[in-house]
C-alpha cells in the first residue's frame, strides 16, 4: 500500500496550513477572498448595488477554484444555497450542459413544464416558453430561444414564493463553455435585479483568448452593466512570498536554507500548484524513498540534502505524473479509468469499469481523497472529481493511444446502460467516445444523432463539433439505414453558416459538388453555396450559384428545392429593391420585377410543400408582396396561415412583427400592440437583444404614428433610441438602417430638422446636407416597403420643411 501523504488535505493553491492564523482565507488571497465575500454578503443583505457576476481568471494551477471554495463554503454557513457545476471537453458537443445541470438541481429533477406551471400557472407564458424548450418540432431558433428564457424563468421564479434563500451558480473551467449556455448566462445577467441570484465562475485566461470564445460574449454583457462584473485576476506569487507560503503550505514552522527558497521560487515561477507537488514529492515515503529530503526534525521542517543537487521536474506536470506513479497497479488503474470518463465521475460508473470489488474500490477512492487526487462533488449523488483538473490531464496523457482507445470504448459500452436515465445528452457522449475510440462506424450513428439534437436546438457551434466527427466517421463506414457522407456535408454546411464559418463550409460544398452525388444533393449543395457567397457579400456570385441550382432543380422537377431557391432569390433582389429605391430607381425597378417573379414562382407551389419551415417562409414572402402593393387584407390572412405552420406559442418577431405591420396598415392598431407586445415578452424573457430590439423598434414607430403631442412622440424617440443600441450591440444592419430612418422621422415630427437630417443621412447613406434631397430618397424607399403614409409625410416636408420647424 502506498505511505500516507503528509499533505493530506490541503487545497489548490495552497490552502489554509494548521495553526497557521489563516484558517478563514487562503494564503495572498486575501484582497480576493474579501472582495467575493462582499459579493455574498451584499446578496444576503439585499443590496441592488452590489456586484452579481464574480469571474476569477488565471492560468492552471494558480488556486481560483479554491479561491472560490472558500467563499462559497462561507456563503452556504451564512444561509446561502449554493450550485456548483463544472465544464470541460468532454462536453464538446452537449449544447447547454451545464445550464441543464443547473436546471435539473433547482428542479429536483421533475419534468421542466411541470415545474414551471407551478411556478408560473399552467397558461402562463413562461410555461408556453418551457413547452416550446422542449419540442423536437419546433423551430430551431425558437426552441433556442426558449431553453434560454426557460432556465432564467426557473431559477427567478423559485423566489415569487418567500422562503428562498440566495442563490449563488458556481460554474468552473468556463474556457469550456459552449455557445448556447453562454447565451442563457447572458439572459440571467440581463434579469439579476429580479431575484437574488449571484453568478461565480473560474476560467484559464490563456484559453479564452479569441474574440469568438463564448465566454468572451458573457464578460462583454456583465460590462456593459455599471457595477455588474467583478472580474478578479488570480495571478502567481512572487519571491517574496515563497518563504510563508512554504510554511503555509507544510502546516508548520520551517528551518530551510535560503537557496531552497529562491530555487523553489525560480523553477516553479510562482505557481501554487507546482510548489504544492513539489513540496509533497518531496516530503512523501515511498518503496523507493524512506527518508524523503523534506522532513519534520524537532517540530521544525527541515531539508535534508543539497539544493544545488536537487533536481526538480520541468513542469508541473511532470512532478504529478511523478506523484501518480508511485500508487500500486490497481489503483491507479481506477484512477485512469475515471480520467478517461472526465473530471467528474459517478462512483457507479467508475465500478462498472473497474476490476477490483466494489468495497476495494471504495478503498481506492477513499485514499485518493486523503491524498487530495479527487474530492466528492455532492456524497448524495455518489459524484466525485478531480482535485484539480491538471491532474486528470497528466493521467489522460500517460496512457498509450492503444490504451486510451480501448478505455474511451469500454466507458461507451458503460454509458448504454444508463441511456435515459438523467437529462444527459447520452448520444454526445456516447458518440464521443467511441469516435476517441476509432470505433468510427459505431460512433455515426450516435454523433449524427446528437448532431441533428443539438441543430434542433440552435446550437449551431455544438452541432458543427459532431457533424465533423461524424463526416470523418464516415470516411470508414456509413452504417445501413444512414444517408451518404455527401448528405452529413450538407447537414454540417448548414451548421457551419451558421457560424458564419462560410470559407469551411465552401470548401465542404466544393468537395461535394466536384463528387459524384444525386441531383437533389448537388441542388443543395448549390443553394447552400449561394447562402455562403451571400454571407460574404459576395451578390454576384451568389445569384449565380441560386441560378444553377434553379435550372439543376427545374431540370429534375425537385418541387421543395425549386422553391427554395426561389424565395432566396426573391429576397436577395427585393433587399436590392429596398436598397437602391431611393437612389437608382431603374436598377431598383429591375430587382422589383425580378422578386415579384419569384415570390410569386414559390408561392404557385406552396400546396406541394412538406416542410412547414419552407412554406411559412413562402407564405411570409407573399403576404409582403401583398401588403406592399396594398392589399392589406390578404397580407393579413396569408400572414396568419404562415404563422399557423409553426409553434403558436412562439413569439419570436420573425413571425409576428411582419404581421403586426399589416395590422397598424390596417388601422387595427391595438391588435397591433398586443402583438408587438408579446414579442417583447418572449425577448425579454429570453434575453434576445436583437428580437426585444425589433420590438422597440416598432413599438416606437407604431406610437410616432398614432402620436398627437410632443409627448407621446418622445416616448416613441426613446424607444427607438434604445432599440438602436441594441442594434448597435447585436451588429444588426438592417436593424440599425430602418431604425436610423425611423428616429429621423420622429425627430422631424419633433422640430429637430438638424438631428432628422443626421439620422436621415446616416439611413439613406449620402453624405448631403441637402435635406429635401434626403427627405425624397427616404421617401422612395418607405414607398418601395408599402409604408406609403410614412412616405407622405416625408414628401410633405421635402416640399414644406417650414411646417416641421418648431
Not at 451548421?495 to 437533389?520: H, P, Y
Not at 439611413?763 to 414607398?783: C, K, M, Y
Request: proline share 3%.
Amino acid at each position: 500500500m502506498a505511505a500516507p501523504d503528509p499533505l493530506d488535505g490541503l487545497a489548490e493553491a495552497g490552502g489554509s496550513g494548521v495553526g497557521d492564523g489563516l484558517s478563514s482565507a487562503l494564503f495572498g488571497r486575501l484582497r480576493e477572498l474579501n472582495a467575493l465575500n462582499g459579493m455574498v454578503d451584499g446578496l444576503l443583505s439585499g443590496q441592488t448595488s452590489v456586484a452579481r457576476v464574480a469571474l476569477l481568471s488565471g492560468h492552471s494551477g494558480v488556486g481560483k477554484s479554491a479561491l472560490a471554495s472558500a467563499a462559497l463554503e462561507r456563503a452556504t454557513a451564512l444561509g446561502a444555497e449554493v450550485v456548483r457545476i463544472a465544464c470541460e471537453p468532454f462536453h464538446d458537443g452537449m449544447s447547454f450542459f451545464p445550464i441543464r445541470e443547473i436546471v435539473r438541481h433547482l428542479t429536483f429533477g421533475r419534468p421542466l413544464d411541470q415545474a414551471v406551471a407551478e411556478m408560473y400557472g399552467e397558461n402562463s407564458t413562461q410555461s408556453e416558453m418551457a413547452a416550446v424548450s422542449e419540442s423536437p418540432t419546433a423551430e430551431p431558433s425558437s426552441r433556442r430561444e426558449a431553453l434560454v428564457g426557460t432556465f432564467t424563468n426557473v431559477i427567478v421564479g423559485r423566489f415569487l414564493v418567500a422562503g428562498h434563500a440566495p442563490l449563488i451558480i458556481f460554474i468552473d473551467d468556463l474556457e469550456h463553455l459552449d455557445a448556447g449556455s453562454a447565451d442563457a448566462l447572458i439572459c440571467l445577467i440581463s434579469r439579476l435585479s429580479e431575484a437574488p441570484v449571484l453568478i461565480m465562475g473560474a476560467y484559464r485566461r490563456d484559453l479564452t483568448t479569441t474574440s469568438t470564445h463564448p465566454l468572451r460574449t458573457v464578460i462583454t454583457t456583465a460590462r456593459r452593466v455599471d457595477g455588474m462584473l467583478n472580474l478578479l485576476e488570480i495571478g502567481t506569487f512572487g519571491e517574496r512570498d515563497i518563504t510563508e507560503l512554504t510554511q503555509v503550505m507544510l502546516g508548520g514552522p520551517c528551518d530551510l536554507p535560503g537557496a531552497f527558497y529562491d530555487k523553489l521560487a525560480k523553477e516553479t515561477e510562482g505557481n501554487p500548484l507546482f510548489i504544492r507537488e513539489i513540496l509533497r514529492t518531496l516530503s512523501t515515503i515511498t518503496p523507493m524513498v524512506e527518508r524523503p529530503p523534506l522532513r519534520v526534525v524537532d517540530g521544525l521542517w527541515t531539508f535534508g540534502g543539497q539544493v544545488d543537487g536537487w533536481k526538480i521536474p520541468e513542469t508541473v506536470e511532470d512532478v504529478i505524473a511523478a506523484r501518480l506513479d508511485a500508487l500500486e497497479a490497481d489503483r491507479r488503474q481506477d484512477l485512469e479509468f475515471a480520467a478517461v470518463v472526465g473530471r467528474r465521475f459517478a462512483f457507479e460508473v467508475l465500478t462498472r469499469l473497474s476490476s477490483v470489488g466494489e468495497d476495494d474500490l471504495l478503498s481506492h477512492l477513499e485514499q485518493f481523497l486523503s491524498f487530495d487526487i479527487i474530492r466528492e462533488v455532492e456524497a448524495q449523488d455518489d459524484t466525485f472529481e478531480f482535485s484539480h483538473g491538471k491532474i486528470r490531464d497528466v493521467l489522460y496523457e500517460s496512457l498509450s493511444g492503444l490504451r486510451r482507445r480501448k478505455i474511451h470504448a469500454r466507458v461507451a459500452e458503460v454509458l448504454t446502460h444508463f441511456i435515459g436515465s438523467t437529462n444527459e445528452d447520452w448520444d454526445a457522449l456516447i458518440g464521443t467516445h467511441l469516435y476517441r475510440a476509432s470505433s468510427h462506424a459505431d460512433a455515426f450513428p450516435y454523433l449524427l444523432r446528437a448532431a441533428r439534437s443539438a441543430a434542433k436546438t440552435g446550437s449551431a457551434r455544438e452541432a458543427a463539433s459532431l457533424y465533423r466527427n461524424a463526416y470523418v466517421a464516415a470516411d470508414h463506414a456509413v452504417p445501413s439505414g444512414y444517408e451518404s457522407k455527401s448528405s452529413v456535408a450538407l447537414e454540417l454546411v448548414e451548421a457551419l453558416l451558421g457560424i458564419n464559418e462560410t470559407d469551411e463550409a465552401r470548401a465542404l460544398l466544393v468537395d461535394v459538388l466536384n463528387g459524384t452525388t444525386t441531383a437533389d444533393t448537388r441542388a443543395m449543395a448549390l443553394n447552400f453555396l449561394g447562402d455562403a457567397l451571400l454571407f460574404q457579400g459576395r451578390i454576384a456570385e451568389s445569384l449565380e450559384a441560386y441560378a444553377q441550382c434553379e435550372s439543376l432543380a427545374r431540370a429534375n422537377q425537385l418541387e421543395e428545392a425549386i422553391c427554395e431557391v426561389a424565395c432566396d432569390l426573391a429576397e436577395v433582389h427585393g433587399r436590392q429593391y429596398e436598397k437602391l429605391a431611393g437612389s437608382d430607381p431603374t436598377a431598383a425597378g429591375r430587382h422589383g420585377e425580378t422578386s415579384r417573379h419569384y415570390v410569386d414562382e414559390a408561392y404557385a407551389r406552396v400546396n406541394r410543400i412538406r416542410s412547414a419551415t419552407l412554406k411559412a417562409r413562402t407564405l411570409r414572402n407573399k403576404a409582403k408582396q401583398l401588403r406592399v402593393a396594398g392589399d392589406i387584407t390578404g397580407a393579413i390572412d396569408l400572414y396568419l396561415e404562415s404563422n399557423a405552420c409553426v409553434d403558436a406559442r412562439v413569439a419570436g418577431h420573425r413571425f409576428l412583427i411582419p404581421y403586426a405591420k399589416a395590422l397598424r396598415l390596417q388601422g387595427d392598431v391595438d391588435e397591433a400592440a398586443r402583438v408587438v407586445d408579446r414579442v417583447m415578452d418572449w425577448s425579454v424573457q429570453a434575453g434576445s437583444r436583437r428580437s426585444e430590439g425589433i420590438a422597440l423598434q416598432y413599438r416606437g414607430l407604431m406610437r410616432m404614428m398614432a402620436a398627437h403631442n410632443d409627448a407621446t412622440l418622445e416616448e416613441a424617440k426613446a424607444d427607438l433610441v434604445k432599440a438602436l443600441q441594441l442594434h448597435r450591440v447585436v451588429r444588426f444592419v438592417q436593424g440599425i438602417h430602418e431604425t436610423e430612418l425611423s428616429l429621423g422621422e420622429v425627430t422631424l415630427r419633433l422640430g429637430s430638422l438638424e438631428e432628422a437630417l443626421d439620422h436621415l443621412r446616416t439611413a439613406v447613406g449620402t453624405p448631403t446636407s441637402d435635406l429635401r434631397f434626403v427627405l425624397v430618397a427616404a421617401a422612395e424607399e418607405l414607398d418601395a416597403n408599402g409604408e406609403t403614409d410614412r412616405a407622405d409625410v416625408l414628401r410633405t416636408a421635402a416640399t414644406t420643411p417650414e411646417a416641421f420647424e418648431p
